[in-house]
């Protein structure tokens, strides 16, 4: 007995290493970051936030930062295990976001101000994090630029044909179903009422927001790259099939109460379509899923085949 402990008092004793995490944020230097940031951009996030609330085209403004959080802090575990290297391109990323915000001062421009802030963050990542970091960290800061409303000049070149558009397809949808109309423009001349399809009508609230939740969508429901890009597409002709059907049923309703074409009913009728909106967003994904399906199935098939041969 006295010899076996000696023996194996003799042997080596290995205690593990203690183990550290792959990547130390400098959290000190984030939050004097951030705080900077934030105080740099204060007048342009208030105007900004003021906006998501006024504006209905913008309401998804403020589940934007919130979901990109959300994504962040689900990878969190990732994100940590990744290993930081301060890129100084960041920097320079910095420096843009700064000009670009002087420059949109100077012209009074918001969309050049607005998205100086998200150039401001990623530059921040980029400077702190590194390269690898940024690049884990590309969707939630992608998604970002969704909290940004377009600019006017574009929003304007994109609402108009909307609006013919939606005003065309409600016109032979309702001669369809009988009921005598004439369009004249972006008007709907009807026996009780002229229907005029204004720019809320024209489908770009529902597109905008629709692009964003199918983004999100994507990103939780499927991994396959060439669906999330589908999926982001299919949201154009949805929109518009969609809100022409919320024409075509404020028009066939007009005619049998015209105050159902306006107030609550109308407003009802808006988040009735893009529920449905949302559901056939859905079902293309089914879709495109069972095709994409088959097609790995077929081409396992022929692997085997040729593997048997």
């Known amino acids: 007995m006295t010899a076996a402990s000696t023996e194996s008092s003799d042997l080596p004793i290995s205690n593990p290493a203690p183990t550290e995490p792959a990547a130390k944020l400098p959290w000190a230097m984030i939050a004097w970051v951030s705080a900077l940031i934030v105080i740099s951009y204060a007048p342009i996030l208030f105007a900004l936030v003021k906006q998501w609330y006024e504006d209905e085209d913008m309401g ?114 309702i001669d369809l179903m009988g009921i005598p109309v004439i369009r004249e423009g972006n008007v709907l001349v009807l026996s009780s009422q002229n229907l005029n399809v204004v720019e809320a009508c024209s489908g770009i609230r529902s597109l905008l927001t629709l692009t964003f939740l199918s983004l999100v969508y994507g990103y939780f429901g499927e991994k396959r790259l060439w669906i999330r890009v589908a999926l982001f597409f299919s949201t154009i002709p949805i929109a518009i099939i969609a809100n022409s059907g919320r024409v075509t049923m404020t028009g066939m309703v007009s005619e049998i109460n015209p105050e159902l074409a306006a107030g609550f009913f109308h407003e009802a009728q808006g988040w009735v379509i893009f529920m449905i909106a949302f559901a056939m967003l859905a079902l293309v994904h089914q879709i495109l899923s069972r095709i994409a399906t088959k097609m790995e199935n077929g081409k396992v098939a022929a692997n085997v085949e040729t593997v048997g041969a």
Do not use: C, D
């Not at 391109?89 to 670009?100: E, R, S």
């Not at 690898?132 to 000049?153: G, N, Q, R, T, W």
């Open 60 to 173: 998804h403004g403020f589940f934007v930062p919130v979901i990109a959080g959300y994504i962040i802090w689900q990878e969190r575990e990732r994100l940590l295990a990744i290993e930081t290297k301060p890129n100084w391109w960041g920097f320079a990323v910095l420096a843009w976001a700064g000009f670009q915000l002087y420059i949109a001062t100077m012209g009074a421009e918001l969309f050049l101000s607005r998205t100086a802030f998200v150039f401001s963050i990623i530059g921040a990542v980029l400077l702190l994090g590194g390269s690898k970091l940024a690049k884990a960290l590309a969707f939630p800061l992608f998604l970002l630029f969704f909290m940004v409303p377009i600019p006017s000049v574009i929003y304007n070149q994109i609402t108009f044909p909307l609006q013919l558009l939606a005003s065309r397809v409600a016109e032979n949808a």
